[in-house]
Every structure is written in structure tokens, then in C-alpha cells.
């Protein structure tokens, strides 16, 4: 009898550890397809729509992570850390990647990269309490400066656009309304310290013709929480209607994917925009202004 059960034992435990190889080689097959799509070139702008396969909340849960390979580990993190890079606002992906990098962490396998990049998700969801955590957790690292005090009015964040300005050099920023509902607007979504959006930005302010529209009449925005990189533009063009979008899906009207990208807006809606900079921009410039019944023959 004592054998019996025994061999019956030995049975049950070989079934299981080919169910959980099993369980593994699929996650890692499903895995490494999604990677490879996310990993091409200019998935950014054609991300509508996508779902990660057949990738599971149970595939990244902290049971399953312990038991995976550290090779399958690794490419879970990737995976996760990609889909937040994209899908900065989809908190089942910010879970998946916080699971894996934790279990990196555990296993002693995680480099600054690592946690730079799980800060800057924290970031980017605005979940500043958790990228305080990591601060904390990590204090030896270099992390991009965030402000003493955030100040968000739950009232404002329901607004059409909502933007964090920026105040007290950096120490402290406030959620506020964006208001492009009256008259003509210019609005450029850009990615602050980007060289193609800084030419631009030159080239259109030092245009005596253009500079006097886009002053009086001109926003930027960007999706990027880089509060020193705002301020910085905001010195060096000297001009300070530059703000940081509360989320992008708050304020869909504009693409964040492209820099720099135009949008000529009248009574708050965009009547025709421009993706990138090219050599004939100024004269696209002036038929953006056309568009919405700007002159700068009053200027």
C-alpha cells in the first residue's frame, strides 16, 4: 500500500512540473510575439487597437514570476516595460512591469536602467506617490527633478484640457484649465529638448513676420514630465505658455507620438495641423494661420 501511494505520489509531482514547463513555454511564446511587434520601428503610430495576444494578469502575477527562468523573467520585464512606454496610462501594464522589476529586484538582477525606466513609468502615470517610493528605495540614483508640491484639484483634472503649470522654479506645479475655446490657437505638441522641435522654435520666434502670431496666440505642450527640460525652454525662447499635459488621453485632440506636431485651432476646435518640420514650413505656417483667419499683415 505504502508503495502504491508513493508511486502514485511521484506521478502527481511529474504531471505538475510538466504542467508548469508547460504553462511557461507558452507564456514565453505569446511573450516574444508581443515583444516583437512592440519593438518595431514606428509602432508608436500605429498602436490603436493593440492587444497584447493572449498575455494574462496571471502571467505576471508574483507566484508565477518566482517560478519563471530568469531568461523568461527578463523578457516578461521587457515586454511590460515596452507596453508602459506606450500605454503609459493602462494600469494593468504598470502592474505587470512593477510585478517583474520586483521580482528582479528580489533575485538581486536588475540594473540602474531598470530603475530608471520603472521611475520614469511611475512618472508618466502621474503616479507620483509610487516614484517617490523608488526614490526612496534607491536613493543612489539620478532621477529627473520632480516638484515639492503637486498640486491636483480633482475638479480641474475633469476639464477639457487639463495642464500642469509650472511655478517656484520647479518646486511646486498646479493643475489648471488650458483655455483654447475662444478665438484662434496655435497649439504644438512637442517632446522638450527635442532638437527638430527646437529648430523650429528658433526659426519661427526669430521670424519677425511669425514671432508677434505665435507669442499672443501660441501654446506648447508636452506629455513628457520633464519640469526642468519646460523651464529651460521657457528661458531660452523666453516664453512661458509651455505646459506639461495632464494626461494625453485628456487632451486628445493632439497627437504626443510626433515632435514637433502643429495645430491650428479656432473656438476650440482644430481646423488643420502640421506633422513634423520641413523645408517649406513657412509657408505651411501662414496656411495654418489662413485656416484659421489669422493675418500677419495686423501684426
Known sequence: MKTKLFFCFQIFCASTLVGCT??????????????KEVSQRGFGTRKAGFLPGNLREEDFSEKRLKKYSLKTLNLLYNVAESLTFYFPENQNYIGWEQNTFNEKVRRN?????????????YINT???????EI??????????????VIAIDTETATTRWPVYDIFEEGKRIEL????????????????????????????ILADPELAPVFKKNGVLLTVKFDVMGVLRWREQFDFPNIYIAYKASRLPEFNFTS??????M??????????????KWRQEILNGFETVSISTSSW
Not at 113 to 120: E, G, K, P, R
Not at 269 to 276: A, E, N, P, R
Request: hydrophobic share 40%; glycine share 6%; proline share 6%.
Open 22 to 35: 508547460r504553462s511557461e513555454i507558452r507564456t514565453v511564446k505569446i511573450a516574444d510575439e508581443v515583444y
Open 109 to 121: 538582477n536588475y540594473t540602474e536602467h531598470n530603475i530608471s525606466d520603472m521611475h520614469w513609468a
Open 126 to 132: 502621474r503616479m507620483f506617490d509610487k516614484a517617490a
Open 135 to 148: 526614490r526612496e528605495r534607491f536613493p543612489a540614483e539620478n532621477y529627473p527633478a520632480v516638484p515639492e
Open 176 to 203: 489648471k484649465e488650458l483655455h483654447l475655446e475662444a478665438g484662434p490657437k496655435i497649439v504644438v505638441s512637442i517632446s522638450a529638448g527635442c532638437p527638430i522641435a527646437e529648430r523650429a522654435m528658433k526659426a
Open 259 to 264: 515632435s514637433p506636431y502643429f495645430y491650428f
Open 266 to 279: 479656432k473656438n476650440g476646435k482644430v481646423l488643420s495641423s502640421i506633422d513634423g518640420w520641413g523645408e
